[in-house]
């Protein structure tokens, strides 16, 4: 089973950057399709970014796109998230989570199962 542990969030103004970082432990990193989520105080998970287990293909929410970039290291069994032009509407706990099966494209939300404990990003105006 992999297990998931972020870090690199923190407090940055607005328009700044971050990156965030997913180590994962187990065997299986390699094989599975790797998200972020995030989830702001009173408000349900919302899908950020996807990617695939080659990393060949990645997906990204509406509002996301052109300002996060994710991408993974097979060999460092890490997922990143760089998030750039932050705007306090960010502001949230990112979660990174991987897909329950081996060999995923990432595409769908709803296959995502095993998950981090999250890391903040809190974005100031």
């Known amino acids: 089973q992999v297990q998931l542990v972020e870090s690199g969030g923190g407090l940055v103004q607005a328009g700044g950057s971050l990156r965030l970082s997913c180590a994962a432990s187990?065997?299986?990193?390699?094989?599975?399709?790797m998200g972020w989520f995030r989830q702001a105080p009173g408000k349900e998970r919302e899908f950020v970014a996807a990617?695939?287990?080659?990393?060949?293909?990645?997906y990204y929410a509406d509002s996301m796109k052109g300002r996060f970039t994710i991408s993974r290291d097979n060999a460092k069994n890490t997922v990143y998230l760089q998030m750039n032009s932050l705007k306090p509407e960010d502001t949230a706990v990112y979660l990174c989570?991987?897909?329950?099966?081996?060999?995923?494209?990432?595409?769908?939300?709803?296959?995502?199962?095993?998950w981090g404990q999250g890391t903040q990003v809190t974005v100031s105006s």
């Open positions: 187990g065997r299986t990193f390699s094989r599975r399709a």
């Open positions: 989570a991987a897909e329950h099966s081996d060999y995923g494209l990432g595409h769908d939300p709803s296959l995502f199962g095993v």
């Open positions: 990617i695939s287990w080659s990393g060949g293909i990645t």
